[in-house]
């Protein structure tokens, strides 16, 4: 059975979005709404505007109210249906979320990887 777009939900890559400030919903959220075979399924961000923004854009998108919301990035990685994160917070959070990301398993595609060249290393 096909899903929207097209393609299988068992070939969906789910996506969980961190940090929905201006560049994550003005960049980055509508480059992975424009994805077949990607589904964004979660919003995350501590500012509450921000992330019912967000959710607002998702759900419009997909024509439901399904896209969840938490002001708890951790909520996002210890959900088992969230295979990938977009992370799209400022600079200082990008290496911890990162690597707890990848801890938990995520495939992760941030802004950029840290703030520093020592913080990287």
């Known amino acids: 059975m096909l899903g929207a777009g097209g393609v299988a939900p068992s070939n969906r890559v789910n996506i969980g979005f961190i940090g929905t400030g201006s560049h994550g919903?003005?960049?980055?959220?509508?480059?992975?709404?424009?994805?077949?075979?990607?589904?964004?399924?979660?919003?995350?961000?501590?500012?509450?505007?921000?992330?019912?923004f967000a959710k607002e854009k998702v759900d419009?998108?997909?024509?439901?109210?399904?896209?969840?919301?938490?002001?708890?990035?951790?909520?996002?990685?210890?959900?088992?249906?969230?295979?990938?994160?977009m992370i799209s917070t400022p600079d200082h959070w990008?290496?911890?979320?990162?690597?707890?990301?990848?801890?938990?398993g995520k495939d992760v595609q941030c802004e950029k990887p840290t703030l520093t060249i020592a913080e990287g290393k």
Not at 25 to 52: F, I, S
Not at 94 to 104: C, E, G, P, Q
């Open 60 to 85: 419009e998108f997909y024509q439901n109210k399904d896209c969840a919301m938490t002001t708890d990035f951790r909520e996002v990685l210890a959900r088992p249906d969230i295979d990938a994160v």
């Open 25 to 52: 919903t003005g960049w980055n959220l509508p480059r992975y709404l424009k994805q077949p075979d990607a589904k964004v399924v979660v919003v995350c961000d501590v500012d509450r505007e921000h992330m019912e």
């Open 94 to 104: 990008h290496t911890l979320i990162s690597m707890l990301a990848l801890r938990a």
